[in-house]
C-alpha cells in the first residue's frame, strides 16, 4: 500500500484510504450504489476498532476517501481492520472500476504499524471508472499547479461566492454557479497572507493535515509533502499566472 505520513508530536492519529471513484463515475442503474458500499465498509471499519475511534466517509466527484482518527496507544487495531476493508473488492468496484490508490496518515504512529500498512498488499484497480454525469458551469485550471489552483479556489470563495472545487484526473474544474461575479484580480496578492493563516489553522489537526495532503497528491505522480507545499507557497504569485487565468475566466464573462 502506498503511504504518505506526516508525523506530528500529538496523542492522536488520522489515517484516510483514498479511491478513485466518485458519484460522477455511477452510471443510472447503479445510482446510489457507491454510498451504500462506503456506509458498509464504514461499518466493517467500527466493528473491528475501538468503540470511541471516530470512522467517516466522504464520496467526492471523482474521488472517495474512508476516515479514521483514534489514539495513538491503540493504533494496532487498524491493521486488521484496514485489512477486512481492502481483502475483496467491493462488487461495485467490480462493475465499474476503481479501487484504493494511496493511504495517508497524519499524527503521531508507531514505525511498526507505519511498515506493516505499507507491507500490505490489495489488488490495484483494474480499470479506470468512466464519468457518466458530466460537469457543467466549470472552468478548468490545466496551467496552474494543484496548490496554485486550490488558492484560487479558495480565493474565489471568499470573494465570488458561489463556487466549488473539483479534483479531476483529466484536470481540476472549479464550478461556478448563477450568482458568480469575477473580483478584481489585483486583490489576489492581498490575499496570500490570509491563505497562509488558513493552511496552518489546517495544518493544527491531524485530520486537517491528512485532507490537505490527499488534496494535494489525488491524481499526481509523484508525492507532494507538506514542507513541499509550504515551500511552494512561499514563491507563489499568481499574478505572474495573470493571462493564463484570464483565459479560464473567458468563457464565463462571455
Known amino acids: 500500500m502506498e503511504l504518505i505520513f506526516e508525523g506530528k508530536p ?3 492519529f488520522c489515517f484516510s484510504m483514498v479511491f478513485n471513484i466518485g458519484w460522477r463515475h455511477e452510471p443510472p442503474e447503479l445510482r446510489g450504489s457507491l454510498l451504500r458500499t462506503f456506509d ?3 461499518g466493517i471499519l467500527k466493528k473491528e476498532l475501538p468503540e470511541y475511534f471516530d470512522v467517516s466517509k466522504h ?6 476517501k474512508l476516515k479514521v482518527w483514534g489514539t495513538s496507544d491503540e493504533a494496532e487495531s487498524l491493521l486488521e481492520a484496514v485489512h477486512k476493508v481492502l481483502a475483496l473488492p467491493p462488487q461495485i468496484f467490480l462493475e465499474i472500476g476503481g ?3 494511496f493511504s495517508v496518515a497524519a499524527g503521531a504512529m508507531k514505525s511498526e504499524v507505519l511498515k506493516e500498512l505499507e507491507k500490505m498488499k490489495f489488488p490495484r484497480p483494474s480499470k479506470a471508472p468512466k464519468v457518466h454525469i458530466r460537469p457543467r458551469n466549470f472552468f478548468k485550471t490545466f496551467n496552474l499547479s494543484r496548490l496554485e489552483t486550490i488558492f484560487l479556489y479558495s480565493f474565489l470563495r471568499e470573494t465570488a ?3 466549488f472545487l473539483e479534483l479531476s484526473a483529466i484536470g481540476d474544474r472549479i464550478h461556478y454557479g448563477k450568482n458568480f461575479r469575477l473580483s478584481p484580480f489585483h486583490e489576489i496578492s492581498k490575499y496570500k497572507d490570509r491563505f497562509k493563516a488558513s493552511l496552518a489553522k489546517q495544518l493544527e489537526t491531524t485530520e486537517g493535515t491528512v485532507d490537505l495532503l490527499i488534496n494535494l497528491n489525488i491524481f499526481k505522480k509523484e508525492k507532494v509533502l507538506i514542507r513541499d507545499a509550504l515551500e511552494e507557497l512561499e514563491n507563489l504569485d499568481l499574478l505572474k499566472k ?3 487565468i484570464d483565459k479560464m475566466f473567458r468563457r464565463v464573462s462571455s
Open 161 to 163: 461566492g458561489e463556487v
Open 242 to 244: 495573470i493571462d493564463t
Open 40 to 42: 458498509d465498509l464504514v
Open 99 to 101: 479501487g484504493l490508490i
Open 10 to 12: 500529538l496523542k492522536s
Open 59 to 64: 464520496i467526492d466527484a471523482e474521488f472517495s
